[in-house]
């Protein structure tokens, strides 16, 4: 069989609740839901550490944050030390690209390497006439970010070899705050407000303080400037809270619309140009958001809207277009899944699991049933505690281990541990923490210790 081509797409922020083939309601996403159609969707796929480069760093390695040292948003790749898809693709005979997103480090041994070719933004990048730092020097690029870079996608195919397969990694900014949307959507949801969630107003009563102090919610918003526009003067309380929805969902949910319109115009190409049989087309996003639930936005809490993740695949390789599979998928799989699917070499250090049984709708009966997360910025942004735990299929554990500097007062009033326990089966929403309901006491002491072993199992033992 014919080694196929790899389009990965990887959007910034894109939960799951904003793809209509996940059940959303809020937004449709015809070809996003085209490749859930006529290929798999994973309902059960998660981020490892639900941050900006260290779930970049895991895609590209298929190592978790405290093995490459990647854990938070100061860290930067060095390819001296981490083989990544890009270089182990390219070693397997593959013509490689890298565009757009890349926020894991600028200059020296931080570029993408094990590309052909590769533009990407700084950092975050700009929704408007971005900049690119390029293999030749940095050039800006006028337009729309998400129009610019499926141009760029587009133009790179179009003067590939056709004789050798591809491997284009495509990373989209949006749907990033500040939500910046283009001139075609600006429109929609006009003159109608979308419904609230039923958590927007948590007062996380019961559950660890920790969720409490995080300063990433909806109420506050505007004043890191997170909503498209400046709030109307004289708005205070509920009233403020009900705009500031309003306006980052609209702002978000036009430009996931951006997105959807760009991927069907990479999705005509293929179709055009006869390479739609033999593509592998995968769309994800490096972690979840909060779309107000929780009374949140942003991410880096394990709450399921956090660490949860979309999963689209389309290909030669799924035997049953249409496909749905509920397992527990993480992030980590992402690598050996597609150097699998390539033909090319698995390295031994990668911990994660070909999705391959799994694409062509196999058992596989020993397929995990536990996953192991671990958030590390120590409060760097929104106050957000540093925690890990674990997430079976019927429940999650989290340990808030604590301010690491204690009564010293180095850095202000020291944050005690805390813990919390979900039922997910009766409470989805993560509304009520049972750690210390006398009733799940033999489901606390079997969760803490999986979550020994899959410390152990990874190697994350500090």
Known sequence: ?????????????????????YGASLVATPNLDRLAREGARFNNCFCTNSICTPARATVLTGKYS?????????????????????MLLHDAGYQTAALGKWHLGHGGNSDPAGFDHWSVLPVQGKYVDPEFHETGGTVTRRGYVTDILADMALDWLRGRDPDRPFFLYLGNKAPHDPF??????????????LPEPATLR???????????????????????????????????????????????????????ASVDANIGRLLAYLDEAGLAGNTLV?????????????????????????????????????????????????NVDFAPTLL?????????????RSLRPLLAGEPAG????????????????????PHYGVRTETHKLIYYYGDPLDAAGAVGD??????????????????????DDPAYAAVRAELTAELQRLRAEVGDTE
């Open 202 to 256: 948590d007062d996380y009563r019961g559950r660890a303080a920790a969720a409490a102090r995080s300063t990433q919610t909806v109420a506050t918003a505007h004043l890191r400037n997170h909503v498209p526009d400046a709030p109307p003067p004289g708005l205070s309380g509920d009233e403020l809270l009900r705009w500031n929805y309003q306006s980052f969902m609209k702002g978000y949910l036009r430009c996931v």
């Open 66 to 86: 405290h093995t490459t040292g990647i854990r938070t948003l100061s860290d930067v790749i060095d390819h001296t030390r981490e083989r990544t898809l890009g």
């Open 282 to 330: 995968v769309y994800t996003s490096d972690h979840g958001f909060f779309l107000g639930d929780h009374g949140f936005y942003d991410k880096r809490f394990m709450y399921e809207e956090s660490i949860r993740i979309p999963l689209l695949m389309r290909g030669p390789c799924i035997t049953e277009p249409g496909l749905a599979d509920d397992r527990m998928v993480l």
């Open 340 to 352: 699998d699917l390539a033909g090319a070499p698995i390295p031994d250090d990668l911990p994660g």
């Open 414 to 435: 020291p944050t005690p541990p805390e813990w919390e326990l979900f039922d997910l089966e009766r409470d989805p929403q993560e509304l009520v923490n049972v750690y």
């Open 1 to 21: 069989m014919m080694r196929p081509n790899i389009l990965f797409v990887i959007a910034d922020d894109h939960a799951p609740a904003a793809i209509s083939s």
């Open 180 to 193: 910046t949307c283009d001139a075609a959507h600006a429109d929609l949801f006009a003159g109608r407000d």
């Open 366 to 385: 020993d397929w995990r049933t536990s996953m192991y997360y671990r958030y590390w910025m120590h409060g760097a942004h929104f106050d957000v505690a």
